[in-house]
């Protein structure tokens, strides 16, 4: 996709302002559409259409399903579910408040007998959603600060908070027979990401919130990712994780060194080729240079 630079220069004004990743339709014509199920292991799977991958559980005795995308999204998601099982889902999760993943809670609801999220999950839906009627929400009933597990069938789930991320409230959906963890947000694979400061994010402590992770899971564990930079790339590896580790702490020492050398924040943000970041997409126009200034923004606040 092309864009000018009258439309280059407008949509980074709205990622920065938080519009796009609030679940706005036109941050993802740059994304596949992809429709239908991928199955990955032991009864595990995902779903990509439009927005943050849905993961999906379906055994005989137990059904689980990870965030919601979008309300004509999840119809479809939930249609194809159908096709699988006849049964009512048993636990449905949501990895944190953004719209691309919760924006089908309303409808999806109707479908689970039991909601859970974090609690910072919940209260930033309320704060950026509650008073919008174009973003209507659902929420989950059952809330947790660190960690919550339950059995199911052959299953036992573990949803786990370790820490601030892309927001304050991402967590990781472990599902610890099969060794699968949805990650939600907290990887973008292989394409820059969005660091949400009004939702609560920090680099600095994503950074320690990703060296947890890789610390607490193990080389066999199968990874879901919220974003890829192509569909083939939201599942995948520790190794994985660890990029994503080293691209947040590279774009912070390539910042915090431009500082150090007396360059402004506008200097800084127009860099276009960060060494160590080889690979790295951009799935939306000026994701780079948003982050430049994120990370910016963030250690001159703390003077890191």
Wanted: charged share 25%; with cysteine; net charge positive.
């Amino acid at each position: 996709m092309k864009f000018t630079r009258k439309e280059f220069l407008k949509t980074g004004a709205l990622i920065t302002s938080g519009v796009l990743l609030q679940g706005h339709k036109f941050f993802y014509p740059v994304q596949e559409k992809v429709s239908g199920f991928k199955l990955l292991r032991d009864n595990f799977g995902i779903y990509t259409e439009r927005g943050g991958t849905i993961g999906w559980y379906v055994a005989k005795d137990s059904v689980a399903v990870i965030d919601s995308q979008f309300p004509e999204t999840v119809k479809q998601f939930i249609a194809e579910l159908q096709k699988k099982t006849t049964r009512k889902i048993d636990l449905f999760f949501n990895t944190h408040h953004h719209a691309d993943h919760t924006g089908g809670n309303l409808y999806i609801k109707d479908f689970a007998d039991k909601m859970i999220a974090h609690e910072q999950c919940v209260e930033l839906q309320k704060k950026f959603y509650g008073s919008n009627p174009d973003a209507q929400q659902a929420y989950a009933s059952t809330t947790f600060t660190d960690e919550w597990r339950q059995k199911i069938g052959k299953e036992t789930v573990v949803a786990k908070y370790f820490g601030t991320a892309h927001t304050s409230g991402d967590v990781i959906i472990h599902f610890e027979k099969s060794n699968i963890a949805h990650v939600g947000d907290i990887v973008f694979n292989r394409t820059y990401p969005y660091i949400d400061a009004n939702g609560g994010g920090s680099v600095a402590s994503w950074i320690d919130t990703l060296e947890k992770v890789i610390k607490y899971y193990s080389k066999d564990t199968l990874f879901i990712f919220g974003h890829g930079a192509k569909n083939d790339l939201v599942s995948g590896s520790l190794n994985d994780v660890k990029a994503m580790k080293d691209l947040l702490s590279t774009l912070v020492d390539f910042v915090s060194k431009g500082m150090k050398n007396g360059k402004s924040k506008v200097e800084i943000s127009l860099s276009t080729e960060i060494p160590g970041t080889e690979g790295w997409k951009e799935r939306v126009a000026g994701m780079l240079r948003i982050d430049l200034e994120k990370v910016y923004d963030e250690l001159n606040k703390n003077k890191l």
